[in-house]
């Protein structure tokens, strides 16, 4: 079961991406969070290994633990284990096994698995986050397992936000991640710190970063004129998902023309189901949309020879 593992330089920067983030997670959440994403990745991996076991020269590729890690980090800090590995299951054998493996799937896997869970636990998914630690209660979770039930809260800074237009927490709060929400997605200090890490070692493209944040922030004013879009920002999972979802390089569009009109859709639909259905985050279903439309858009483009 132990097979070699295929080294993908650009998927261990990846990782190493996401140790700040984690890190900073297990401070505001306890240790639990790194239990999550422990068993994210031992499903992930035994996941891809069913899959190549029995295939000549078949090799765990490193996108299985950066696929692992992703989807843990997409998830609420109070969520079962056995919801983390489900996610890390469909991820790996739903994402990207039944394409082919990697390099052949058309979606993200870790958005595929985040999405999977979250429509078939709603309950474990959005009803009760945990209040973080703050800076004054160093050490924070590097002394706990979890926080107390004292510390759970019924909503979400993006929830009440889009819901009364009112902040529940301040925007400096909100940017450096002391907040409610989803274990690795609330710091957008560390995200943004991380895709400039991304972009200058050339593990990530920076087009369709912009292009997404863009799209994000235009229709933002459009969709929500009274609320300040920066709030709305960097609020939920979108900035976690433009600098670690957007850029896979596998789903992600090759041509430059492709890849701005792949931010532009993503961002635009991300604000459009946030502000016309019932979910607040709207990004992961954008993303998955966009990801199904894109190769017929790729090819409508090669056909008028738009590169």
């Known amino acids: 079961m132990f097979e070699k593992i295929l080294k ?5 920067r990846i990782l190493y991406a996401l140790i700040p983030i984690t ?10 969070v790194l239990a999550v994403v422990l068993v994210a990745n031992i499903a992930a991996y035994i996941t891809e290994w069913l899959f190549v076991r029995n295939k000549k020269a078949g090799k765990i590729t490193m996108a299985a633990f950066v696929t692992g890690s992703l989807v843990a980090l997409t998830l609420p800090p109070t969520i079962p284990l056995w919801i983390s590995a489900l996610a890390a299951v469909v991820s790996i054998a739903f994402g990207k096994m039944v394409f082919g493996g990697f390099g052949t799937n058309i979606f993200n896997p870790a958005i595929l698995g985040r999405t999977f869970v979250y429509i078939s636990f709603p309950n474990q998914m959005t009803i ?3 209040k973080p630690f703050l800076p004054v209660d160093f050490p924070g979770g ?3 397992w979890h926080a107390g039930p004292s510390m759970v809260t019924s909503a979400t800074i993006l929830n009440h936000y889009r819901a009364t237009g009112e902040a529940l927490h301040s925007m400096t709060e909100a940017f450096t991640g002391f907040i409610p929400g989803s274990i690795g997605e609330g710091s957008a200090l560390l995200i943004i710190l991380a895709g400039i890490y991304l972009i ?11 292009a ?18 920066l709030y709305l920002l960097i609020s939920g999972g ?10 896979d390089p596998v789903s992600c569009p090759k041509g ?3 890849i701005w009109i792949y931010g532009i859709m993503i961002g635009f639909l991300t604000v459009f189901i946030r502000r016309f259905s019932l979910f607040a985050e709207g990004f992961m279903f954008a993303l998955l949309l966009t990801n199904a439309f894109m190769p017929l858009i790729e090819y409508g483009l090669e056909k008028v020879g738009v590169k």
């Open 212 to 229: 997404t944040l863009l799209s994000l922030f235009v229709f933002s004013l459009i969709f929500y004129p009274q609320m300040n879009p």
């Open 142 to 144: 590097f002394a706990h």
């Open 128 to 130: 009760s986050w945990v």
């Open 200 to 210: 200058i070692t050339k593990t990530a493209k920076w087009q369709p970063m912009v």
């Open 8 to 12: 993908q330089q650009m998927m261990n």
């Open 23 to 32: 890190l900073f997670s297990v401070y505001l959440f306890g240790w639990r």
């Open 256 to 258: 430059k023309w492709a």
């Open 238 to 247: 979108a900035i976690f998902g433009l600098v670690f979802m957007v850029t």
